[in-house]
Each structure stands twice: as structure tokens, then as C-alpha cells.
């Protein structure tokens, strides 16, 4: 059983108001993608990087023969498919295990990643890397209405890498082709065909950058690891 990851990186900078791709941009002196990889490469003997596709030569400097670099695309799900076809074309399928990942959570830890690593190979199609919501969460009917509270005791955030057997992640990226289908993560691409999805003790380290004010903290964490 071989243990491969797709990290997508195609994504663009613009809500923290860079112009660089979002995995170019620096934490601590290092592009986010190259952060993912430190913590991916302990497990994966094989990795994927869907980047921006006029960018790859930059790509291709950073992850210094980690990874393969294929071009991305306008949405996470089909770079994820992209990065997918290129695994397979390595020879990565059946019950091997694919994770994958966003640049954009660079810092989240190989351990946490193992765990759900971990409950694929225990039988699990897919395990999915969860936290506990922290914040008071209300329905929103409309923009300007305060609704009622929810329990968030009932809801988890998601995080990656989601990991696959590789099976279910190709038949639930086929299925998605077929159908027309769009979601927001593979682990909704995975729960439409029937598969068994589990959760798993993700880390407060695995949080999205997304904002300006994000990279503070993620270079925050990056001196601690």
C-alpha cells in the first residue's frame, strides 16, 4: 500500500492582498507550499502540486523535486482532479491512500495527518480531519438578520488533508464528472455516492490563511515547529 497526497496550490493570493499565487506567498522566509510539503513528505511517498499554470516554473524551484508540479485550474475541484489524474498515471490506485491537501493550511501537523491516515487504513473509504467551532454560530436568513443560536456542540470545522482510499476518491471524482456535479470539498463528492466517511482529531494548527492578518500567526506557528 503506497501513501501519495495531492497538495493544491492553484489557488490566487488576492484576499490578502498579494499578487502572488496563495502557495508563493512567504511565511518566515519559505512559500506556503513549501511548508505543506515539510509536513506531507514524512508520509507520502509521492506528491502532486497543482499550481497556477503560468507560474509552474516558480513552483517547480520551490518544491525542489518533492513533488511533481501539474498545472491547476479555476476551481479546487478540478485541480484536485488534475493532481488526481497525475497520481494514477503514476500507478497510484486500489487500496493505496491519497491525501489531499491545501497549501493554503501549510501548518498543519504530520501527526494529525497520520490520524486520519490511519483510519483509511483501518477500513475507512475517507477520514476527514475535523475541530469543535469555537465561536456562538445563529441562523442567517438574509444579511441583515440575527437568527436564533445553534448548538454548536453539534458542529465541527473541517480541515486537510482529507484522506482517500484511492478507489473512492477516483470513483467519486468520476461520479462528479458524470453528474455535473460541483462541491466544496471531496469529502461531499465521497458522501454522494455512499461512501464511509469518519472524522478525526484535526489541530488548531491546520487553520486556512486566508486574510493579511493570517500570516502573523502563521508565522508565529512556523517558528515553533
Do not use: C, N
Amino acid at each position: 500500500m503506497s501513501v501519495a497526497a495531492v497538495i493544491t496550490a492553484a489557488g490566487l493570493g488576492s484576499r490578502m492582498g498579494s499578487t502572488l499565487p496563495k502557495g508563493l506567498v512567504a511565511v518566515a522566509g519559505r512559500p506556503l507550499v513549501a511548508h505543506a510539503l515539510d509536513r506531507v513528505t514524512p508520509l507520502a511517498s509521492f506528491v502532486v502540486v497543482t499550481a497556477v499554470e503560468d507560474r509552474i516554473p516558480e513552483f517547480v524551484h520551490v518544491v525542489g523535486g518533492r513533488a511533481d508540479v501539474v498545472a491547476g485550474s479555476d476551481t479546487r475541484q478540478a485541480s484536485v482532479r488534475a493532481g488526481l489524474e497525475a497520481l494514477v498515471a503514476a500507478g497510484i490506485g486500489g487500496d493505496d491512500v491519497i491525501l489531499v491537501h491545501d497549501a493554503a493550511r501549510a501548518f498543519m501537523p504530520t501527526d494529525a495527518m497520520r490520524r486520519a491516515v490511519a483510519a483509511v487504513e483501518r477500513g475507512a473509504d475517507v477520514a476527514v480531519p475535523v475541530v469543535p467551532v469555537v465561536d456562538t454560530l445563529v441562523t442567517a436568513p438574509s444579511d441583515d438578520a440575527y437568527g436564533a443560536a445553534v448548538d454548536r456542540d453539534q458542529f465541527r470545522a473541517v480541515q486537510t488533508p482529507q484522506v482517500f482510499r484511492a478507489s473512492a476518491l477516483i470513483a467519486a471524482h468520476a461520479a462528479a464528472v458524470r453528474d455535473g456535479v460541483e462541491a466544496t470539498d471531496d469529502a461531499e463528492l465521497a458522501r454522494r455516492i455512499g461512501l464511509r466517511i469518519v472524522a478525526t482529531e484535526g489541530h488548531p494548527w491546520g487553520f486556512k490563511v486566508t486574510h493579511a492578518g493570517d500570516l502573523a500567526l502563521a508565522a508565529h506557528i512556523a517558528g515553533q515547529q
